[in-house]
């Protein structure tokens, strides 16, 4: 069985090879396991988890799966039909956010979209 932080980089590398798509933790264990890594679904959410934990991977909860982190102030918004993941920064926004949630402690902000992109609109 993998030891968990070459797991962590191994579901890291996932992730990033497959942005801007972001993918479940079965997902990412049957990927593992189709590479011949032997690594149950419980340690791969565990390894998401530190990753998350140590601010490399976000949760994309209107798409119930995981991406790498890149703008730490972005609107997330996900297409439905196609899974990609876009985010547009919102330094403004998140800064009043946080002004709102002033007497709140270990506030997270989390802003999703979920519907369909431009390209899949058109079709």
Same mark, same amino acid.
């Given at each position: 069985?993998?030891?968990?932080?070459?797991?962590?980089?191994?579901?890291?590398? #996932?992730?990033?090879? *497959?942005?801007?798509?972001?993918?479940?933790?079965?997902?990412?264990?049957?990927?593992?396991?189709?590479?011949? *890594?032997?690594?149950?679904?419980?340690?791969?959410? =565990?390894?998401? /988890? =530190?990753?998350?934990?140590?601010?490399?991977?976000?949760?994309? *909860?209107?798409?119930?799966?995981?991406?790498?982190?890149?703008?730490?102030?972005?609107?997330? #918004?996900?297409?439905?039909?196609?899974?990609?993941?876009?985010?547009?920064?919102?330094?403004?926004?998140?800064?009043?956010? /946080?002004?709102?949630?002033?007497?709140?402690?270990?506030? =997270?902000?989390?802003?999703?979209?979920?519907? /369909?992109?431009?390209?899949?609109?058109?079709?």
């Amino acid at each position: 069985m993998p030891r968990p932080a070459p797991l962590q980089d191994h579901v890291l590398r #996932l992730l990033q090879d *497959h942005d801007p798509r972001p993918l479940t933790g079965l997902g990412l264990a049957a990927m593992l396991r189709a590479e011949g *890594h032997a690594a149950p679904a419980s340690l791969v959410f =565990r390894a998401i /988890r =530190r990753l998350i934990d140590r601010g490399l991977v976000r949760k994309i *909860h209107v798409a119930s799966a995981y991406a790498p982190v890149g703008d730490s102030c972005a609107i997330i #918004l996900w297409c439905r039909a196609c899974g990609e993941v876009t985010e547009i920064e919102s330094a403004d926004g998140f800064a009043r956010l /946080r002004r709102a949630a002033a007497g709140l402690a270990d506030a =997270r902000y989390i802003v999703e979209l979920a519907g /369909r992109c431009s390209r899949c609109a058109a079709l």
